[in-house]
């Protein structure tokens, strides 16, 4: 049987959609960083691919952390969780700062969900320090280190996948 109804986009799907301004972004990473800096100090960043850049970035920045590395892992089909697919691991340089196994190594990522992304990230740093700017109940104590916990079923509308647009008064018929 062929299912013929249009896929529901994220915010139908979601429970609670969850927005996120950059600048509360930036604040959330900072906040991270507060927490990082007492842990530390790290000799690299590792952002997990994509969402991870933007907050290593910051963190790294923060933390005078000049060697940043990433780790592409393809999960998310746009709004729907698929099986995952390691594009690139550490290079072999960040993975010798980590002794091979991610002493004293960070890992950064934006939000921790069901866990499957932070296993697998885990399985190839096991001695890595893992911090999240948000975590999901789900996820949560796969990671060392986060800022805010959010319901299971919250979409995070982080500001790089959001734009800016016109919205109707509620009085002129806007749902």
């Not at 940043?68 to 697919?85: A, K, N, P």
Request: charged share 25%; proline share 6%.
């Amino acid at each position: 049987m062929v299912d013929n109804k249009p896929e529901l986009g994220a915010q139908e799907r979601a429970g609670r959609p969850f927005p996120v301004s950059w600048d509360r972004f930036h604040q959330d990473c900072r906040a991270l960083t507060w927490r990082l800096n007492e842990i530390g100090p790290f000799k690299a960043v590792v952002a997990i691919t994509r969402g991870g850049l933007v907050p290593a970035a910051i963190v790294a920045r923060e933390l005078g952390v000049r060697v940043i590395d990433t780790v592409c892992i393809s999960s998310y089909e746009h709004t729907t969780q698929g099986e995952l697919r390691v594009l690139k691991g550490v290079c072999d340089d960040v993975a010798r700062l980590g002794q091979g196994t991610g002493k004293d190594l960070l890992i950064v990522d934006d939000l921790v969900d069901t866990g499957k992304t932070a296993r697998l990230v885990r399985d190839m740093l096991p001695d890595a320090h893992f911090a999240t700017v948000y975590a999901k109940p789900q996820g949560r104590p796969l990671v060392d280190t986060f800022i805010t916990e959010v319901s299971q079923d919250t979409w995070i509308f982080f500001p790089w996948d959001t734009a800016l647009s016109y919205h109707p008064p509620l009085r002129d018929g806007a749902a």
